[in-house]
């Protein structure tokens, strides 16, 4: 979007043009901050009407704007900005995307109107609403773009608030939770290898009580909450999702694929039975959609998915790490506290993509696709391969603001293919 650029080329309008063009610059990093900055450029352009006008300011905006001679239409969207400008100034509120471009509309009909009155060449423009070419939905949850952040890497989101404009991700699917708190394993947890790395953090988390809560009224406005659960029986994968019915959550994903704990469902990821067991109990116990999460330790990944969509499931993430191992050869002790880990990263996308594109071509819900998204190249095979939407995990750690990057470079991306949405990019894998 460029609406206010045009303002460059009119000293006359130095007073407030800044302004307008930060609060556009800042719509897509945070929609709150863009609500600020429309307040902080309407007062700006209200003050400069008034010295045009000759007219004596006050400190008051409201009265400002009342006596700015504006019409009762153009002062009632005026308004607006300020009061929704106020509210994200004392953090009383979380914007959309909606309302921060309805802010940015308003103001830019004030300034055409100054224009049109002032103006020493007056040209009518029309505000150009950019379109949201990721905007999407996957089991009827409004997108603002395709991209997730993977479970586990992200903590709860909001880590990661001054790195990523937690709206405009598709969804934070949250660190894995289970119904009593977890320390997690023992001794290293983590180690580096080529193009990846091996994590047995133990599905270390506070609980389901804690999460309720305490965390999530921090968290739940700010972004798509998805919750990643697992458990070591079907009774409790259950439990828990019934607890999780809550306002505030948008999905729950069933962690059925930890390749790091003996109780952490990876025996449920494993079996076609088991898996189809834990889809309809988490199924019967919340009115949430649901999505499972699939583990690549298998030799098909396609008889758990059929089983897991018959069961009902709304969704299917995949892959979570593939198993892996690292020796100390000084020592001759395994690496990893655990002996064994799960792989991540870039080492794994290839095997990742397969499974995606075995996988997609043998149901019919939605998947989210991920394992060693470094790139927007990487996310567009993952589309091509069938992913609905993708999400992205170890990259996260090195560079926390990937999401984003791969969010503008992808929208980069489909207009230089010519298409008008993601949608369009979907399974279109030549073969
Ligand atoms: C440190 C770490 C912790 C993880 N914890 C979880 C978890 O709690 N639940 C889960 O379903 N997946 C977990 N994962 C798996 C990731 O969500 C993702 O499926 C996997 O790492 C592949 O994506 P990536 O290569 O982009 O990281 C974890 C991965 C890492 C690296």
Redesign the pocket.
Do not use: D, F, Y
């Given at each position: 979007m460029n609406n206010f650029s045009f303002l460059n080329d009119k000293p006359e309008y130095r007073s407030f043009a800044k302004d307008c063009i930060d609060a556009e610059a800042a719509f897509k990093n945070s929609y709150d901050s863009c609500v600020k900055l429309v307040r902080t450029a309407l007062d700006a352009a209200i003050k400069w009407l008034y010295a045009a006008e000759n007219k004596m300011p006050s400190d008051n905006l409201f009265d400002m704007i009342e006596n700015a001679g504006l019409d009762k239409n153009l002062a009632d969207k005026v308004h607006y900005c300020r009061k929704v400008g106020n509210a994200a100034i004392h953090n009383e509120q979380e914007f959309s995307a909606d309302e921060a471009k309805q802010c940015l509309k308003n103001l830019f009909d004030l300034v055409q109107w100054i224009d049109a009155r002032y103006g020493k060449n007056f040209t009518p423009r029309t505000f150009k609403s950019a379109e949201n070419i990721l905007q999407t939905e996957l089991c009827g949850i409004k997108l603002n773009t395709p991209i997730f952040a993977?479970?586990?890497?992200f903590g709860f989101g909001e880590e990661f608030e001054s790195f990523v404009n937690l709206k405009r991700l598709g969804g934070v699917?949250v660190?894995?939770i289970t119904l009593k708190p977890r320390r997690g394993n023992d001794g290293v947890r983590?180690t580096e290898t080529p193009s990846?790395?091996l994590?047995c953090?133990g599905?270390e988390n506070p609980g389901v009580e804690t999460f309720l809560t305490k965390i999530l009224p921090r968290i739940k406005n700010k972004m798509n909450i998805i919750v990643?659960v697992?458990a070591s029986s079907v009774e409790d994968y259950g439990k828990l999702t019934k607890l999780l019915d809550v306002d505030g959550i948008a999905a729950i994903?069933l962690?059925i694929?930890?390749p790091n704990v003996k109780d952490g469902g990876i025996i449920f990821g494993t079996d076609e039975r088991q898996a189809a067991k834990v889809t309809q109990a988490a199924k019967k116990s919340t009115s949430k959609p649901v999505i499972v999460?699939l583990s690549p330790n298998v030799t098909d990944i396609t008889k758990i998915a059929l089983a897991c969509e018959s069961a009902g499931a709304d969704c299917l993430s995949l892959?979570?790490?593939l198993m892996g191992m690292d020796i100390n050869i000084h020592t001759w002790r395994p690496t990893l506290g655990n002996i064994t880990g799960?792989l991540?990263?870039g080492a794994?996308k290839p095997v990742?993509l397969r499974m995606v594109w075995q996988v997609a071509n043998a149901v019919k819900v939605p998947i989210i696709g991920?394992?060693?998204?470094r790139s927007v190249n990487d996310a567009a095979e993952f589309f091509l391969a069938g992913a609905s939407a993708v999400?992205?995990?170890?990259?996260n750690f090195a560079e926390p603001s990937i999401t984003m990057q791969i969010a503008d470079d992808l929208e980069k991306y489909l207009r230089s293919c010519g298409l008008k949405n993601i949608r369009e990019l979907i399974g279109k894998l030549k073969t």
């Open positions: 993977a479970s586990g890497t699917m660190k894995c983590i990846g790395m994590n953090i599905l990643n697992s994903e962690n694929s930890c999460k892959i979570n790490t799960g991540s990263g794994i990742a991920m394992g060693g998204i999400a992205i995990g170890t990259t």
